[in-house]
């Protein structure tokens, strides 16, 4: 059996434009034309397009696990925000004394709540490396965990994903209350610096811009990489048919814990560099309505396609920005119609209406098209 | 505006009729308020133990002002009230005054007022209203004192309620204890272990602890004191017990609905919370049209009317969302379950752009507000008496339409086999329709019950939508005798946890506890057997 490629000629052509449009075009149009000229990309939209960015790789972890393995997830949002907690704890250790209380070793809160030492939870985030990897490690541990009970146990479908999210919600009642020492309702903010460099600083942003653009891709490479191999082929037999699979003699508990706990890790990585960007982290992010958003970014862009649900993050994202500027109270409104719309008309997303109208279109210029199997 | 006020005040002093012990002549009154002008403090503080103790309802109003430092004092010791600026009025028996020399303003400071204070509220001792004499005999028992003694005998003498005669023996038993008299002491000790109340425990507690040196007194606090405990415990058990029942029988009223549509239709609707808003909000414009339309008399019966309103509301409104959207995606649960979230953001939304963001008040009918007490501390309230009673009726009546109707009997035919139904002429597109429409309407009458216990928002949905799947899938999808079991299971659960883990980290451990719990019964308590139980 031939190995399907990572990405066909067209494909690598697009992902390698894509990539210099993000890490070269844009971080040169917010740097090189003088402020005020048309071409100048204005210093705020950069933060914003690195947060666009982050939810693209959220989608992409949700799209791995529903797209090709049939599990929907509806608390990938609490892997996000746990990411997020991680970095946000190792930012809020740099503030050091430039707090309001100006303890170096506390951080605000702490203070606050009369706390006097550091809680063992806390300890070691000062430290960049110990902070990314438990950025990583924290969410893929829970997944881990949390995978391995329900997998093992065959809860599939829509159980699933209603105690997935009984999961994010128990955890966002948990981040809420302030003994759990994570700053409670407030959540983790006024960030100073990162790595040494001022969070507030243009450069500083370009450069997390740069950072999330390149881990995106990677990311990607990684799934389709996952999603190409043999492996690959096993979770769309999983998603398509599990008993079938189970009884053929392959572990799908095995073959779906892994994809899960991957796709937790990309989403703890997408929350650490959401953090920084976005210069705040509260418990909100446990919302179990944010992981349903997930679902329709994917399900918009077209979900078991990957690129789909990279376009449906940056596409429902930017209406929602011009939205809920233009006309706040549409927003929900037009949320809700697109959850209706594309699950009754557009099945497949962006990604499939294009398809079919290439096929339609083809097969009224070519009498005997021959149709190309789809790999999906 | 300060016209007003002395005219309110005139009316308080003259106001004879909320008198239950006897008054005081005038001339009586008017001796012991002229006190107040003493020199020192301590003068003063006599004549307010003495106003305290006249059991004369002028002496509240007298108190009152003396608090809010508009009392002055004539040469002559006359004492007066000060309306508006410049106005006197005599304080006892509150005809107008035009003083001679300016009067002299009787000073307050804080020894003063914890005086008047207590003062006050041995004068609620001879109030009109059992309640508030029942309140100032709880009062008097947490803050117990000797000086309060003379004032409890007066009031026991006249109480005729036996209820608060019952409250003013504790509290003069509590207040004895600081007795110097052994005897005495041992007599109230003995007194108090009738008590269920926590403040008498406490008491107890410091005699134990060592602020008693007869031997036979702390003996019998100890026996008290394990009486109380004991009685305590149990009291604490009914408490839980009813709150956690009052939670279950939300839960159900939340979840009944749900247990149609999602348990019997396999319809994963997460709109189902914005039915019970939508029911909610039904209610309140119910609650609005009998204010504005009907007699106040009727106004009592608004929540009579708003069941069936909010049926029918939630229920047409199900009916509209299955044709148009919902028979679409049937066999497809995870793209119900987005489409139905789309509803609920758009019915969210309508309902903010209608009635506004805030809050709206509904308000409790008459004979649904106040409740009766069982022990000490334990007091049922009526709404959610009610509330518990209406969860009960509304799943009999369910279990009814399902068992003893055509409809109910079209709906078990059409879940179990759909081929088969039709081809015996069930119309099974109606069937589905109706089994929706039930199942919304449902929720709306759930959403009449809880506009009464707590705020009507549009996020009202939100709050129940993750409990009422837990309760259902907990209970075992398609099973209304698990559906009770898992509310009430989880109510009660929740209530007993409360007091060791709090509320919050209570309702975490519920949750977490459901997950592993389908970990290992993924068919929840009561899973359905058989060949219904593969589909």
Redesign the interface.
């Known amino acids: 059996m031939q190995r399907t490629p990572l990405l066909g000629r067209t494909g690598w052509l697009v992902f390698l434009a894509s990539a210099l449009v993000a890490v070269v075009l844009i971080p040169l149009l917010a740097t090189v034309p003088a402020p005020g000229s048309a071409f100048r990309i204005p210093a705020y939209l950069v933060p914003l397009f690195g947060k666009y960015l982050c939810y693209a790789i959220l989608a992409l972890a949700l799209d791995l696990i529903w797209g090709y393995a049939g599990i929907l997830s509806l608390g990938h949002g609490a892997f996000f925000a746990l990411g997020g907690y991680a970095m946000g704890m190792y930012l809020m250790r740099q503030i050091g004394t430039r707090g309001v209380y100006g303890d170096p070793i506390l951080p605000d809160f702490m203070v606050f709540l009369n706390w006097r030492d550091l809680p063992l939870p806390w300890w070691g985030f000062g430290n960049f490396a110990y902070a990314a990897f438990m950025a990583l490690a924290v969410p893929g541990v829970l997944a881990a965990a949390f995978g391995w009970f329900a997998f093992r146990s065959r809860v599939t479908g829509v159980y699933l994903s209603i105690i997935t999210q009984a999961m994010t919600y128990a955890l966002l009642l948990a981040f809420f209350r302030n003994d759990m020492g994570f700053g409670g309702n407030n959540g983790l903010t006024d960030f100073k610096e990162i790595l040494g460099y001022d969070i507030q600083a243009p450069s500083t942003r370009i450069g997390l811009y740069v950072v999330t653009a390149v881990a995106l891709g990677l990311a990607f490479l990684i799934c389709r990489f996952v999603v190409t191999t043999r492996f690959g082929r096993l979770l769309l037999a999983v998603r398509d048919a599990e008993s079938r699979v189970r009884f053929l003699g392959y572990s799908t508990t095995g073959a779906k814990l892994f994809v899960f706990v991957l796709s937790a890790l990309l989403c703890g990585l997408a929350g650490a560099l959401y953090v920084p960007q976005v210069g705040i982290i509260n418990p909100g992010e446990f919302q179990p309505g944010n992981s349903i958003e997930v679902a329709i970014w994917v399900a918009v862009g077209g979900r078991g396609t990957l690129v789909g649900a990279i376009l449906g993050a940056l596409v429902v994202n930017f209406i929602k920005t011009w939205l809920t500027g233009a006309a706040p109270e549409l927003w929900l409104f037009a949320l809700g119609a697109l959850f209706i719309i594309v699950t009754l008309a557009m099945p497949q997303g962006i990604l499939g209406l294009a398809a079919r109208l290439k096929r339609w279109r083809r097969l009224s210029s070519v009498p005997v098209g021959v149709e190309e199997t789809a790999h999906d | 505006m300060n016209i007003l006020r002395v005219l309110m005040l005139v009316g308080l002093l003259l106001a004879p009729l909320a008198v239950h012990a006897a008054n005081l002549a005038d001339a009586d009154l008017a001796k012991l308020t002229s006190g107040l002008a003493g020199d020192g403090f301590d003068d003063k503080i006599a004549a307010i133990d003495a106003l305290g103790t006249s059991g004369d309802a002028r002496a509240v109003a007298i108190l009152k002002a003396l608090a809010d430092g508009k009392l002055a004092a004539t040469e002559t010791k006359q004492i007066l009230v000060e309306g508006s600026a410049g106005h006197f009025a005599d304080a006892v028996t509150g005809s107008p005054v035009a003083p001679a020399a300016d009067p002299v303003r009787i000073r307050v400071n804080n020894r003063l007022r914890g005086q008047i204070d207590v003062a006050l509220s041995r004068l609620t001792l001879y109030s009109a209203d059992p309640a508030d004499r029942l309140s100032a005999a709880t009062e008097a028992l947490h803050r117990p004192s000797l000086d309060a003694v003379p004032a409890l005998d007066k009031a026991l003498a006249t109480e005729k309620d036996k209820g608060v005669a019952a409250a003013l023996k504790l509290a003069r038993a509590a207040a004895l204890l600081q007795s110097p008299d052994a005897a005495q002491r041992l007599a109230s000790v003995n007194e108090l272990a009738a008590s269920t109340d926590s403040q008498v425990r406490g008491l107890l507690g410091e005699l134990v602890g060592g602020h008693e040196s007869d031997p036979k007194v702390i003996a019998a606090a100890k026996t008290a004191l394990a009486k109380i405990e004991r009685q305590l415990a149990y009291i604490e058990i009914g408490i839980n017990l009813f709150q956690g029942l009052s939670l279950g029988s939300v839960l159900l009223l939340a979840a009944i609905g749900l247990a149609v549509t999602f348990g019997v239709m396999g319809v ?1 609707n ?1 709109a189902h919370g914005e039915m019970i808003m939508l029911g909610a909000y039904t209610t309140f414009v119910v609650q609005e049209l009998f204010r504005s339309f009907l007699p106040a008399s009727l106004f009592d019966f608004y929540l009579v009317v708003s069941v069936p309103a909010a049926f029918l509301v939630a229920g047409a409104m199900g009916v509209a969302l299955e044709r148009t ?1 919902i028979r ?2 049937y066999g ?8 139905t ?6 019915l ?3 309902v ?2 209608i009635f506004g963001a805030p809050n709206k008040e509904v308000a409790n009918p008459s004979w649904m507000t106040g409740g009766f007490q069982i022990m000490g501390g334990f007091t049922v309230t009526w709404n959610r008496l009610v509330i518990i009673a209406f969860g009960f009726v509304v799943l009999g009546l369910l279990v009814l339409v399902l068992r003893k109707t055509n409809l109910g009997l079209h709906m078990r035919a059409v879940t179990q086999n759909r081929k088969m139904a039709a081809i015996m002429g069930i119309p099974t597109d109606r069937v589905d329709a109706l089994t929706f429409g039930l199942g919304s309407g449902i929720a709306g009458m759930a959403g009449v019950a809880l506009s009464q216990i707590g705020n009507v928002s549009p996020n009202l949905g ?1 709050i129940y939508i ?1 409990d009422s ?2 309760v259902v ?1 907990f209970g075992g999808v398609g099973s209304l005798v698990g559906t009770l079991a898992g509310a009430m299971g989880l109510g009660v659960v929740n209530k007993f946890l409360e007091p060791f883990a709090g509320a ?2 209570g ?2 451990l519920v ?2 506890a ?3 719990f ?3 019964r ?1 068919r929840g308590l009561f899973a359905l057997k058989g060949r219904s139980a593969e589909a």
Not at chain 2, 332 to 339: N, S
Not at chain 2, 341 to 346: K, R, T, V, Y
């Open positions: 994963i997460m959207i679409f995606l497809r649960p995870l793209e119900t379950l987005l489409a979230w789309g509803i609920s953001l758009m969210q939304q309508l903010r752009s939100t993750i799947f837990m899938v919050v980290l309702k975490i949750l977490v459901i997950i592993i389908i970990q290992f993924p």
